[in-house]
């Protein structure tokens, strides 16, 4: 009984961490659709800490950490249909970042995922 109430555990992590991954991953757009996006003069914004972000970032990008994003939505322009993209370490902080874009009514913004995703 005990042995099979862990296996049950093991099992419930499991698919508990496979739709932690599945959420970060769906939202993030392919290297592609994000080349596309720069070619086109996208928005770049890194979302990390200004520490991690002073420790290297994709050139062009402008650092709005996520704990300040909403505070200060004024630096991404007044256009809310206009290309931007998100990323940050690992996709998490981005997507949330998405969101927040989205629920502020920006229109085009995608979740690059983290710093290496970027092209």
């Known amino acids: 009984?005990?042995?099979a109430m862990k296996?049950?555990?093991w099992i419930v992590a499991a698919v508990g961490v496979a739709l932690v991954f599945k959420h970060l991953l769906i939202g993030r757009a392919s290297k592609g659709d994000i080349q596309t996006r720069l070619d086109q003069g996208a928005?770049?914004?890194d979302v990390r800490t200004?520490?991690?972000?002073?420790?290297g970032h994709f050139k062009g990008a402008i650092n709005i950490p996520l704990s300040g994003l909403g505070q200060q939505l004024n630096l991404l322009g007044d256009d809310k249909g206009k290309a931007i993209i998100l990323y940050c370490h690992s996709g998490a902080?981005?997507?949330?970042?998405k969101r927040t874009l989205d629920q502020a009514g920006y229109t085009n913004a995608v979740n690059a995922g983290s710093l290496h995703h970027m092209p």
């Open 1 to 3: 009984m005990l042995c």
């Open 7 to 9: 296996n049950w555990m």
């Open 43 to 45: 928005l770049v914004v």
């Open 50 to 55: 200004p520490a991690e972000f002073a420790g």
């Open 93 to 97: 902080r981005s997507a949330s970042a």
